[in-house]
Every structure is written in C-alpha cells, then in structure tokens.
C-alpha cells in the first residue's frame, strides 16, 4: 500500500498512542492519502507504521466512532466513502438539534462562556491542519451550548458531530470550505452575543445553507426548528388545502345529543 508511505507518524509524547495513530490516519484521510472506499490492513499498517496492532486497533475503533473508518464483516477496515442522502439526513439532524440547543442557551448565556468561546474561536483560526478541528469544535460548541442547562442534548451533539466528521473534515479542507466553517462559526457567537433568538435561528439557517451548497446539497429548504416555528425556504411553497373534517363533524354533534 503506498497510501502508508504518506501516514506521518510522530512519537511525541503528549498523547496516548492510539491517539496518536488515529490523529495520524485521520490527517491521511483528510488529505486524501487513504481514499475513501479502500482497505486498511492492519498487518500491513502495523508493521509500517511500527506499533502493535493492539492500539492500532484501538485507533480503528476511534475513527469508526467519529465516521471515517467503517468495520465490514469481509472487507475488515474500509475508509468510508461520503453518501449524498446519509449527508443530507444528517445536516437535517444537526441543524434541528443546533437550533433548539442554541436557542435555549441564549436565554441563559453568560459573558464567561462567551469569552471561553471566543477562545476556542480563536484556536480555530489559527489552526491550519483540519484533523485537528474536531476537538476544537468540540469544545466551541460545548462552550456555547452549556448555559442552555441540557446536558443531555449537548451530550448528543458532540456524539452527532463526532460520526459526521468525515464528512465535515473533507469539506471544510478547501480554502472556500475553510472559510465557510470560520464565518458560520463567527457568525453563531455574535449572534448569541446580542441575545436575539430570531437572529440566531436566522444565522442557523443561513450557516446551513452556506454549507449545503459548498457539498453540494439542496440548499431551497430547511427542517422545522422546533415549537411551531420554521425557516421559510428560499422560494415559496404552493399552498395546500388541509384534509376535510367538516363531513364528520354532524356525526359527532348527532352522538354528543344521543
């Protein structure tokens, strides 16, 4: 496999070594050194890269978790490919979820969490490698969804955006992806920032599309968002007449007199 030639492995210290194998391999992934759809064998892995497979196991297992591997019952470990609909039932997901906890965080944001996102923000900008947004994102997200008092739904997210990664990864390692990622971002802290829950729900929604369009995917219309409110698509949508009723009503005024 010359796609191993191009794992860059480093023995610094400040991380387990299944950490490091996995930063290792999702570095590769993310530049496109193991390319979706292909094998990994781990004999070969583990005699390139110099380590026993326990932890190189232990990495696989990682990255499957946060969505760039995939484990097959007869191709063993397998680079996942991006799927169009998975990607766009998942950004339906996220953008809900996002939404609802971002909502109900500003209510109770505080100028410390802010001040702890614009931190984190700031690691961001200044980070070039994109296998090494995850944690950053993480924390930044994390950071800005605690106040919301729901740990649960946080819980939640990071474990939904830990398996869509992959594909996140892929698409914000363009320039134009990169500075997609780093406006949506800017853009979601000022507005928590004002306090303005319609601005945030309007900021979601155009954060959304911008990414959509960048992968490729329909961008015209977004999910509900939750009590009864919604973002308007971009173009308006035909009426439609709501199922008759009115013909069973006499009947049950006919059994409330029986």
Avoid: C
């Avoid at 698409?171 to 406006?183: C, D, I, K």
Wanted: hydrophobic share 40%; aromatic share 4%; net charge positive.
């Amino acid at each position: 496999m010359d796609e191993l030639r191009r794992i860059e492995w480093t023995t610094e210290q400040s991380q387990t070594l299944p950490e490091r194998i996995a930063r290792a391999m999702r570095a590769a992934i993310v530049r496109g050194d193991l390319a979706p759809g292909s094998t990994i064998h781990v004999g070969e892995l583990s005699r390139s890269m110099k380590v026993s497979q326990s932890p190189l196991r232990e990495a696989l297992r990682q990255l499957a978790g946060e969505g760039f591997v995939l484990f097959t019952p007869r191709r063993g470990v397998v680079v996942r490919k991006a799927d169009g609909d998975e990607s766009r039932e998942l950004s339906d997901i996220i953008y809900v979820l996002d939404a609802f906890a971002f909502r109900e965080a500003i209510t109770r944001m505080t100028p410390e969490a802010l001040d702890e996102a614009e931190r984190h923000y700031a690691r961001l900008v200044a980070e070039p490698d994109p296998s090494r947004w995850l944690p950053i994102l993480l924390d930044l997200r994390v950071a800005l969804m605690s106040p919301s008092g729901r740990p649960h739904l946080v819980a939640l997210l990071q474990t939904m955006r830990s398996h869509t990664e992959r594909f996140t990864s892929v698409l914000y390692a363009t320039p134009q992806g990169r500075a997609v990622m780093l406006r949506n971002w800017r853009d979601v802290i000022d507005a928590l920032r004002s306090g303005d829950a319609g601005r945030v729900l309007a900021v979601m929604a155009a954060s959304s599309r911008r990414t959509r369009r960048i992968a490729g995917l329909p961008t015209g219309e977004l999910p509900f968002v939750g009590a009864g409110e919604a973002i308007k698509p971009s173009a308006p949508r035909p009426r439609t007449r709501a199922p008759a009723t009115h013909a069973r009503k006499p009947a049950a005024r006919e059994r409330d007199v029986r």
